[in-house]
């Protein structure tokens, strides 16, 4: 390994080049999370078409009803004029103090909450 010829899975590694220093931070796995339950793989974990929090990460998940919105989308951001940035496979804007990225897919991160209710709240204060 270019990093470390002892690494370990369940570790961040972190690398400093202006300082020149290299530390590593064992990662626990919470046993309440579907994505860290012993035994699973992140790949194991299907997208859930339910809204979930995403454990550690101030955000909460949904999905679109229909792929499809995502052009929609655009024209409603741009109706609205809202700056978003997009990119292949996602766009993502600001919209109050939350940041969205929607995924082409239909996968979308409201980042600033992990409240289920209060993400829902403005998810459907934007979308409806």
Not at 33 to 48: N, Q
Not at 66 to 80: A, C, D, P, W
Not at 106 to 120: D, F, M, T, Y
Request: overall charge positive; aromatic content about 14%.
């Amino acid at each position: 390994m270019i990093i470390n010829p002892d690494f370990k899975a369940n570790t961040y590694y972190q690398l400093d080049n202006w300082h020149f220093s290299f530390q590593t931070i064992e990662v626990k796995k919470r046993p309440d999370c579907s994505s860290c339950a012993p035994g699973k793989m992140v790949s194991e974990v299907p997208f859930s078409g339910q809204t979930v929090t995403l454990c550690g990460r101030d955000t909460v998940q949904f999905r679109l009803p229909n792929k499809s919105n995502y052009r929609e989308i655009k024209l409603l951001l741009t109706e609205q004029k809202i700056i978003y940035n997009e990119n292949p496979a996602l766009l993502s804007f600001q919209y109050e103090k939350f940041q969205f990225v929607i995924f082409k897919n239909g996968r979308v991160l409201l980042h600033g909450s992990e409240n289920i209710a209060e993400a829902k709240k403005i998810y459907h204060l934007f979308f409806n």
